[in-house]
């Protein structure tokens, strides 16, 4: 289990962003995360996934620290796909970073062969966005927080993505926490739903 | 397939016309190595060739560029003494990168480390250039080789500053923290992601050092710290022509400070259009 307690965070000393926030994540459990621009959501998913130290509370993984070397089991998936890879790296090389996902995989999440050899400036950002997805799924990771995923693609390619991310988690029993501004999509997706505001989390 | 090249190259390409300007200040410079690094080998030993029979001559038809009070001709020394530079020049740069990039990754690796070579950097910076040239070069028995690891030690603080602060902001980039978070290792990350980014710097960072190790290397000669005088170094003939100059022999000093001023400018123009192209 992920498990947050009493996570409080500031980047100013006269703005607290997130205050004494608990939260756990279970293997396989999909937790939905909403609220304003700038209310800390994204911060509060980098705090989970080790990005970001807390200035009081901590975060554990089955009731021990993130590990600081190796395979992360909790990975962060950014809003924007093209800052999350190198721009010298061929795509197929990112890709291939961590683990070498089957053919079978990539085309369940709509990775094709062809985009492999092209540079990351030739894909447009939700085909990276699928690259980076895939990439972060490597053998051995047990969460992910996915930070606005899905916001720069088109409805179907969408509805594809979660789709292939849900038939992963399920059989994997990964436990996911979406961040995003589209509470429609949030109260499809998960089960469970938090409204961060004012430094404070709301069980929807 | 075509191959589509990343938006950074394509972005940073320059206009028609500065691109001109850099390719002929490329080929000028290409021009000028090739000519510098065989002269060695095309001059033979006629920068020591003395002529008593024409000393202190004036440039003419017969003597390009004067003669020096040994009856030397002014133009061939001048050339070994540009080639000679170059080398130390090319070879102390290259050393003081080696030490500004190792220095700069070094620390990336630990806070502590950052500290140290920040430490370090303010350090060297504090001190004047040239006196601890002096006492490295002295301390060191003068010669080629003392002056060549003089200018490579007190030159790369600067570079380093500017490699160390590119690799901090680049450490923070997502993709460099993904890389860590799916298990790299910080050599994997340094030498993967971060170096890489670094080698357009490196260069155009070399070829601004190299006109100034060219030039500390001369002082450091004419000062009497550096190498040997039987050498046709640029700052042996320096020293050399303050003897003469208030005699009126002029070209004894301006040609081969003509010859430094070139070559120096020359580099230097060639840098910064190469770092506007990078």
């Avoid at chain 2, 020359?266 to 190469?274: K, N, Q, T």
Wanted: hydrophobic share 50%; aromatic share 8%.
């Amino acid at each position: 289990m992920l498990e947050a307690r009493q996570l409080s965070f500031q980047f100013s000393p006269d703005m607290a962003l997130i205050q004494s926030v608990s939260l756990s994540l279970d293997a396989g459990q999909w937790i939905g995360l909403c609220g304003d621009s700038g209310a800390g959501k994204s911060t509060l998913g980098k705090l989970l996934a080790g990005y970001l130290t807390p200035q009081a509370g901590d975060v554990t993984l089955d009731g021990e620290a993130l590990p600081k070397n190796g395979l992360q089991p909790v990975q962060w998936l950014p809003q924007s796909p093209e800052l999350a890879v190198n721009p010298r790296w061929r795509v197929g090389k990112i890709l291939h970073e961590a683990w070498k996902p089957s053919e079978a995989q990539c085309q369940a999440f709509g990775v094709q062969q062809g985009w492999l050899t092209r540079f990351p400036q030739a894909l447009s950002g939700g085909e990276l966005q699928r690259v980076c997805v895939l990439r972060a799924l490597a053998p051995g990771v047990r969460f992910l927080v996915a930070d606005e995923i899905s916001t720069m693609l088109d409805p179907i390619t969408q509805v594809e993505l979660w789709q292939a991310l849900k038939q992963e988690a399920e059989k994997r029993q990964l436990g996911v926490l979406v961040i995003s501004h589209d509470s429609a999509l949030i109260e499809r997706l998960c089960p469970q739903r938090y409204h961060l505001s004012e430094g404070k989390l709301k069980l929807n | 397939m075509s191959q589509v090249k990343p938006l950074h190259y394509q972005s940073t390409r320059l206009p028609a016309q500065p691109r001109l300007m850099a390719i002929l200040n490329l080929s000028i410079a290409a021009l000028l190595v090739v000519g510098l690094v065989t002269s060695q080998w095309l001059l033979g030993d006629l920068p020591q060739q003395m002529q008593f029979d024409a000393r202190l001559v004036p440039p003419s038809s017969h003597h390009w560029l004067g003669t020096d009070a040994l009856g030397r001709e002014l133009w061939a020394r001048t050339l070994a003494g540009l080639g000679l530079s170059f080398w130390v020049g090319s070879l102390a740069a290259m050393l003081s990168t080696l030490i500004a990039l190792s220095l700069a990754a070094l620390a990336t690796l630990s806070r502590r480390l950052d500290t140290l070579v920040s430490l370090l950097i303010d350090t060297l910076l504090s001190v004047p250039h040239l006196i601890l040239l002096m006492l490295i070069a002295f301390a060191l028995g003068g010669g080629t080789q003392a002056v060549i690891i003089a200018v490579a030690v007190t030159h790369w603080p600067s570079l380093a500053r500017v490699l160390r602060a590119e690799l901090l902001q680049l450490r923070q980039a997502h993709y460099v923290r993904i890389s860590r978070a799916l298990g790299k290792s910080r050599w994997f990350v340094l030498q993967a992601h971060l170096l890489p980014h670094l080698l357009p710097h490196c260069l155009v960072g070399a070829l601004l050092l190299f006109p100034h190790a060219i030039l500390h290397e001369a002082a450091l000669t004419f000062l009497g710290f550096g190498l040997s005088p039987s050498q046709p170094a640029i700052g042996v003939l320096l020293a050399d022509a303050m003897r003469y100059l208030s005699g009126g022999y002029w070209w004894l000093g301006v040609f081969p400070g003509l010859g430094l001023l070139l070559m120096v400018l020359g580099f230097e123009r060639l840098a910064s259009h190469l770092r506007r192209a990078l």
